[in-house]
């Protein structure tokens, strides 16, 4: 049964590995470089790698697309990070800097900060623009998540 595996892009190397859904939850560890495959913190995507995490990860991906400049991206980031670390099984979070990546954030036309987006098996599912207070955006995750 192919539910039963997963694949997750490693966070450190960008390797695709397969990993039992079961073993979720027992912190698994890349095939090639050996560091951990679920990311207590969101992963900084570049242009160069951010289509393959969001093409080749079999959980959702939700996104961060912010900038340093950006007030409420920085009002927003402990939360988003907060949120990482307790979806840590449900979701894989990344965050892309828009002022440093400009062609993902033209592909997405990302035209206010922040925004988030999930993508599922490359394919965007929800899109929100603005910060989110914590409670609202587990809510916002949750709602999006479960279709």
């Known amino acids: 049964m192919t ?11 960008h390797v695709i590995n397969r990993v039992p859904r079961l ?3 027992d912190h698994p560890l890349c095939g090639k470089c050996k560091n951990g495959l679920l990311s207590s913190h969101p992963i900084m995507a ?14 959702p991906v939700v996104v961060d697309f912010w900038a340093s400049w950006c007030g409420p991206c920085q009002q927003f980031a402990p939360v988003f990070s907060q949120v990482s670390e307790e979806m840590i099984t449900q979701a894989c979070f990344v965050k892309l800097d ?14 206010s900060i922040p925004t ?5 098996h490359g394919k965007e599912i929800a899109r929100l623009s603005g910060a989110l207070p914590k409670a609202q955006f587990k809510q916002w995750l949750q709602q999006n998540l479960s279709t």
């Open 116 to 120: 988030l987006m999930i993508f599922h």
């Open 23 to 25: 073993k979720l939850n």
């Open 3 to 13: 539910d039963s595996f997963v694949q997750i892009v490693c966070p450190s190397c």
């Open 46 to 59: 570049n242009d160069q790698n951010f289509s393959r995490f969001i093409e080749k990860n079999d959980l």
């Open 98 to 111: 828009t002022e440093n990546n400009h062609i993902t954030a033209s592909r997405y036309q990302i035209r």
